[in-house]
């Protein structure tokens, strides 16, 4: 399972391996969901919100309520988001940090 940060930061798989933004993950991986949407961090602030889900459901209607808001949409659910940004949790043996 890969941590918080790797998980926000990744950009995208290689087999079993995550690859992980290090640059970004770096800068702006201990910030919290709604520091990295105000940052303009959408889609990282989103897996944030996605990676937290399963242990609490607020950090995603905040950011969902956020987002709508800078962006003039109406989404009501995070499915409908993770098809946006192009988010899912993937079961991987490591991250590789570039």
């Keep these: 399972m890969l941590s918080r940060e790797d998980f926000v930061f990744t950009i995208g798989y ?3 391996s995550a690859i ?12 919290s969901t709604m ?6 961090l959408y889609r990282s602030a989103f897996a ?3 990676y937290e889900m399963k242990k609490d459901e607020g950090p995603m209607k905040e950011f969902i309520r ?5 962006a003039g949409t ?3 659910k995070a499915e409908e988001l ?7 949790l993937e079961e ?6 570039l």
């Design 74 to 76: 109406s989404y009501t």
């Design 14 to 16: 290689d087999g079993a």
């Design 48 to 50: 944030s919100a996605f």
């Design 20 to 31: 992980v933004d290090g640059r970004a993950k770096k800068q702006y991986g201990k910030l």
């Design 82 to 88: 993770q098809r946006l940004f192009g988010v899912n």
């Design 35 to 40: 520091e990295l949407a105000e940052e303009g």
């Design 92 to 97: 991987v043996s490591r991250a590789i940090v």
């Design 66 to 70: 956020f987002f709508n808001s800078k």
